[in-house]
């Protein structure tokens, strides 16, 4: 399928500016976990149990409720757009119609369900849990509409949107409302729950403003993407969309149900820092999609390698610095948040070492689905899934909160290496050379961050000032050294201009 230049009204945006607006926005999504985090423990941990297990079940099923349109609309619109006569509005809206039937049925379905939810994942705060879930089920078409939106901006060439409604405004907006709410007293936690939402309903109306600035509403005749091509391709990611975010989340809300809610609220706030991290590489992966997806589909198999391994490179070079300092201070950063989550803050390092490997390995399911193999992507995840449930029921009751972060770290291994394996044996036959995702670029990132923040961890003290210095001195060393390498990292390609 020839990929043609984009005709709507966005600029097509480089992998390399892509990435950096992704690395710019994650650090203030980073900057926004850290601050929920704190914002929601500093009171109970029965508190922040209650908060993140409702927030999970709502990540879980907004992003479910998107149907996986935000890939399906980056995978067909560059196709799409070849045609002369087609404009992008009939592709979106054949994509958002079943989102906004989904999601409103979900939002209907939790504020039924939410009493026995609550019975059955937090049996200490039933009425909290369900009054929290009644009101952030509200959020659920938002959330999914802004999720669809975005897949189609970036679908139209512009990582921009992305970055400014999912790690800048909604994000810095949550910060605002929940320290205003909890700076001053002990709310109720309905009102935190209100605070929370309401920023994501702002998130929405930006992305479709967004989405409008970008000529996604330009409709003209030539409509060249069917709607049986569309769903058959789309209908499997829905599925490994929605096992996707649950195999992020589902640990906390397993995790009430298996321990208690103060497990939960101490699990759920430490994992914060996991998350940072780890949607710093997903903005990364996402930002190289579209690019990945044209080298591809023009059949342009040395451009796809390079810009697989080039991401890979980058991403090991931005998420092993931190990944590695997140597991030798471990214990400061818990005491961040409270000092009652010290004695649980080792689960860092084993979390840690799981995102290690997932940085290694790539935007990797991004490269299967961009190849178009959306239910070969679905068997990975839900092997992963399955895999992460089976161990957290058999590890937790003995290990505690330490056996669900195996089960989390093992069942992120697991996805990768079969994602890997299904790459590589799709394009074994098509090209001179499988698309591989780790290379030496990637080798020589990881030395650099061992070399940058291993020997200054060490040697400074588990407290505060130690965790700074780590910062600040491994930061130094890490971007010394990738500048030094440059060429070889790519590095020019992640700078503005």
């Known amino acids: 399928m020839a990929v043609t230049h984009n005709k709507t009204n966005a600029p097509r945006q480089s992998a390399g500016t892509a990435s950096s607006l992704a690395i710019a926005g994650a650090v203030v999504t980073t900057i926004a976990n850290f601050a929920i985090a704190y914002l929601v423990s500093r009171d109970s941990a029965e508190v922040a149990g209650v908060f993140f297990i409702a927030t999970a079940i709502i990540t879980i099923l907004g992003n479910s409720a998107s149907l ?126 209100v605070a929370w939402a309401a920023p994501v309903f702002i998130g929405a109306a930006l992305a479709f403003v967004y989405l409008g600035r970008l000529g996604g509403w330009e409709s003209r005749v030539g409509e060249k993407t069917s709607s049986n091509e569309f769903w058959s391709y789309t209908r499997p990611r829905a599925f490994s969309a929605a096992l996707q975010v649950a195999l992020e989340r589902i640990d906390v809300v397993l995790v009430g149900a298996f321990v208690g809610l103060n497990a939960a609220g101490v699990y759920g706030a430490l994992t914060r820092f996991i998350t940072a991290g780890n949607f710093l590489m997903y903005s990364v992966a996402q930002a190289v999609s579209p690019g990945l997806r044209r080298a591809i589909a023009n059949e ?35 005491r961040l948040l409270s000092a009652d989550y010290v004695s649980d803050a080792s689960i860092l390092g084993l979390l ?12 990797i399911e991004l490269t299967l689905l961009m190849l178009g193999r959306s239910t070969l992507a679905l068997v990975g995840v839900a092997t992963a899934i399955v895999t992460d449930v089976v161990l957290l029921i058999v590890l937790t009751p003995s290990l505690g909160l330490a056996g669900a972060a195996i089960a989390w770290s093992v069942s992120v291994a697991i996805q990768n290496l079969i994602n890997a394996w299904f790459v590589r044996r799709e394009t074994e036959p098509r090209a001179d050379h499988p698309l591989i995702a780790p290379s030496m670029r990637a080798v ?33 060393l890490t971007l010394g050294l990738a500048l030094a390498t440059r060429d070889r990292l790519a590095i020019r390609e992640l700078l503005p201009g």
């Open 444 to 476: 020589t990132a990881g030395a650099i961050a061992a070399v940058a923040v291993v020997p200054v961890a060490l040697v400074t003290p588990q407290s505060f000032v130690g965790l700074v210095i780590v910062g600040l001195v491994g930061g130094v």
């Open 352 to 363: 840690a070492l799981g995102m290690m490997f997932s940085a290694l390995s790539g935007p």
């Open 300 to 334: 342009n198999w040395t451009k796809a390698r390079h810009t697989l391994q080039k991401a890979t490179g980058w991403l090991v070079l931005i998420a092993w610095p931190y990944f590695i300092a997140v597991s030798l201070k471990p214990e400061p950063l818990a």
């Open 68 to 193: 996986g349109t935000m890939t399906g609309l980056v995978y067909f619109m560059p196709g799409h757009l070849a045609d002369e006569g087609a404009g992008p509005r009939p592709l979106i809206t054949m994509a958002l119609r079943p989102v906004v039937i989904a999601s409103s049925m979900l939002a209907i379905l939790l504020v039924v369900a939410a009493n026995p939810l609550a019975q059955l994942v937090a049996a200490d705060r039933v009425d909290q849990v369900t009054d929290l879930l009644r009101i952030l089920a509200l959020t659920v078409i938002p959330w999914a509409l802004t999720v669809s939106s975005l897949g189609a901006t970036r679908g139209l060439g512009s990582h921009t949107p992305t970055v400014m409604v999912s790690q800048v405004v909604r994000p810095g907006l949550q910060i605002i409302a929940l320290g205003a709410l909890l700076l001053t007293g002990t709310p109720p936690v309905w009102a935190i729950g």
